[in-house]
């Protein structure tokens, strides 16, 4: 590894950690990448080329680093080169002629209909914990609302009468989303032994939030996860659960029993329809069970 250009590491670590304050991770693995691609370099800073960055990507690929850590390592390139331009030490970030590999579509898990069934049934019994997590697990499946949403959901953003939520997503947006009468029952249960939480105990916070731990405050997100988890290994069901696979199977299960994609995007609360369009994940079988009901020439029998 050049000595000049490890003067020029070092430089560039003290600008990140002291002007732009970045964080000691952050800085750790800034520096972990560049000390790996000026270790493979063979040739100056001031002679790179394009095809060098790409000689490099192309290792990485082929010793079978994901597209997401290859791009990261390409992004740090790019922050480097372009303090060393600003310095005047590059004449030309050539990292920004080279480009960010596509990242892989890596579908989110889905529950079959009697999985998701027998997740949000599965805390039986009464009192408040038992009410609560039926409630959280309800509205995910029925509603397919992202974790941060559930755990900012305000009692007031709840119409009982309507059967609606009002709903804070990204970007501060919000968005009316329905909730069935299995959910409705739940909520009410819940929202029973809430108000019971705070008889019993009128010294806690006077939180608005709808779904308060046992101290009375706001659930975290972490918090939300962790209940979903429990109850997902309790049923036995194998592999990664959390409260994104109730949002992947609330939109699975309606494209599959007919939604149009319009209303699911809506539903989901998403800015673009080519980010709902990752759910058309249909089997083959369900494709051509809707092709032999809808198609003229499909077998009716």
Sequence with gaps: MQSTAMEFLEKFIRYIAIERGFSKHTIRAYRRDLEEFLFCC??????????????FLSDLNLSGKSSTTV???????????????????????????????KKSQKLPRFLSVDEAFDLVESPQ???FFKLRD?????????????????AVL?????NFKEGFLKVKGKGKKERIVPFGDKAADALKSYLVERILLKKKK????????FFLNIRGGRLTDRQVRRIVVKYAKNIGIQ?????????????????VGGADLKVIQEL???????????????NIEQLMEVYDKAHPFGNKE
């Design 71 to 101: 791009s990261r390592k390409l992004s740090t390139l790019r922050s480097f080169l372009s303090f060393l331009y600003e310095e005047k030490i590059i004449k030309v970030n050539i990292a920004k002629l080279v480009a960010m590999p």
């Design 42 to 55: 063979k040739v100056s800073l001031e002679d790179l080329e394009p095809k060098d960055i790409r000689r």
């Design 125 to 127: 019994g009464i009192g």
């Design 134 to 150: 039926k409630a959280i697990l309800e509205l995910l499946y029925c509603s397919g609302l992202r974790v941060s949403e559930l």
């Design 154 to 158: 305000n009692i007031d953003d709840i």
């Design 239 to 255: 592999g990664q659960v959390g409260p994104h696979t109730l949002r992947h199977s609330f939109a699975t299960h309606l494209l």
């Design 202 to 209: 009128p010294s806690i916070s006077t939180e608005p939030a």
């Design 268 to 282: 989901l609360g998403h800015s673009s329809l080519s980010t709902t369009q990752k759910y058309t994940h249909l």
